[in-house]
């Protein structure tokens, strides 16, 4: 990761967060989410790595905005490269994914009221017969709304619809 603190005149020194990716992917891995918390100052990365352990989701954080790395959790193992999405608020983290390991592509789900030092809570956003990729999210205190895109059945990876659910964490 690298800070630029004047809109790209001039950066940081880069940061390393996970050194763990053994792939060969580069930029055709899927992009990774980010999510700074103004209210912490803590910022939370979500991403897709072919780590020595094995390919999945992981999750890492920041907790004195991108100086160091706290060491990465895994969200979900799998082999399928995987779009992910982060938000926070305060010690509350959730992650929305791709599963890697559905049949039907669904989105699941993870949940933190530690910053992310681990993940208490863990389960699937969309019912097994809606298809559902690209997932976002937001965290609105207790509040969490998830979006994702439906493929279009001309086969395109990601269709116009887009669908939505929302709930209250407690």
Not at 20 to 27: E, F, L, P, V
Not at 78 to 97: E, I, K, L, T, Y
Not at 135 to 159: C, E, M
Request: hydrophobic share 35%.
């Amino acid at each position: 990761m690298q800070h630029s603190p004047d809109a790209g005149s001039t950066w940081d020194p880069a940061v390393e967060v996970d050194s763990r990716d053994k792939g060969r992917r580069g930029c055709d891995r899927p992009a990774p989410g980010i999510y700074y918390d103004p209210l912490s100052g803590y910022l939370h990365l979500v991403y897709f790595i072919e780590g020595s352990e094995g390919a999945g989701v992981f999750f890492a954080h920041s907790m004195d905005k991108g100086k160091t790395y706290h060491a990465p959790v895994a969200i979900v193992y799998g082999n399928v490269p995987s779009d992910a999405s982060v938000a926070g608020n305060g010690d509350s983290v959730v992650v929305v994914f791709e599963d890697p390991n559905a049949t039907t592509p669904r989105i699941g789900i993870a949940l933190s009221r530690s910053a992310g030092h681990i993940f208490e809570e863990r389960g699937q956003v969309t019912p097994d017969d809606v298809q559902a990729v690209a997932p976002w999210v937001a965290l609105d205190h207790g509040k969490i709304t998830v979006w994702w895109k439906t493929p279009d059945r001309s086969g395109s990876q990601y269709g116009d619809r887009v669908g939505t659910r929302a709930g209250l964490w407690r």
